[in-house]
């Protein structure tokens, strides 16, 4: 099946606005941040997270990964929402919601599973919070996401153009809660939405903190799951793994915190002085 250029117009004015949205919060944050970090920790963020973008969209481009959803379109008029026009605004709303709940499934189960979070710990390492966070994924964690999400197409009935929509919506919710912002009515919002506020929980050191808010734009369905937590973090990344530039990023998939506690039970220790 041939692409339609008319058809991808829309997803790719939609990933402009987003990418649009990713300046205007990086420099909403650098004037008027929540939380300071140390310029020497900002600008490691900053370059590890956009140089890991590049990274992973130059791979999955050069995979040909995104074929894998105009592979599952051709299924997609089998799925549950497939007897509603492709044009009504009902089913929209239907698969915004479904896709939603599928991709909060997704992220719950890369912290439940030890495969899963090898590849998603390296998002979670980041030890600033700053809208660029929002870039920092392994490539073999988004690879690992695009059977599931062809999987939701043809189960759902949804065509592969709408979801691609969607997920740009949803880039730019990603960029919007990891950005180091606080504003008026953030708690009200955060009843609807997940902001910032939110997901700062989510990106703790503390593992019962970090397990929690899993949300991409709704609120709901953490307080329906009962997975929501409230409180602010201490400390932002990961306590034992550090990551401090793209190449680190890119192996620390492959070393596991029980590796790394079994190397420290390993070494040696040195004899305490006496006195």
């Not at 420099?27 to 370059?47: G, H, Q, W």
């Amino acid at each position: 099946m041939q692409n339609d250029p008319a058809s991808m117009l829309p997803s790719q004015i939609l990933f402009g606005i987003a990418i649009l949205g990713f300046i205007a919060l990086v420099v909403m944050e650098k004037l008027k941040p929540y939380r300071r970090f140390t310029n020497k920790i900002d600008k490691a963020s900053f370059i590890t997270n956009t140089a890991t973008f590049v990274f992973n969209n130059v791979i999955l481009t050069a995979l040909r990964a995104t074929s894998l959803f105009f592979v599952a379109q051709q299924f997609s008029s089998y799925g549950l929402l497939s007897g509603m026009g492709n044009n009504n605004p009902v089913k929209w709303l239907f698969a915004f919601l479904l896709y939603d709940l599928a991709i909060y499934a997704w992220h719950v189960a890369s912290h439940k599973y030890e495969f899963l979070w090898r590849f998603h710990k390296v998002h979670h390492s980041d030890k600033s919070f700053n809208t660029s966070t929002g870039f920092r994924f392994h490539v073999f964690d988004l690879f690992l996401e695009i059977p599931y999400k062809c999987l939701f197409v043809v189960l759902i009935g949804v065509d592969a153009y709408l979801v691609l929509a969607i997920e740009t919506i949803q880039l730019f919710f990603i960029f919007f809660h990891h950005s180091n912002l606080t504003f008026d009515n953030e708690k009200q919002l955060s009843e609807v939405i997940i902001t910032p506020s939110l997901h700062r929980t989510h990106h703790s050191t503390l593992r019962v903190e970090h397990d929690s808010n899993y949300g991409i734009v709704l609120a709901f369905w953490d307080k329906l799951f009962d997975t929501r937590k409230e409180v602010v973090p201490e400390k932002i990344g990961l306590d034992i793994i550090v990551a401090d530039n793209f190449l680190q990023l890119f192996f620390l998939a492959f070393i596991t915190e029980r590796h790394i506690r079994k190397i420290l039970q390993i070494i040696p220790r040195g004899r305490k002085s006496q006195g």
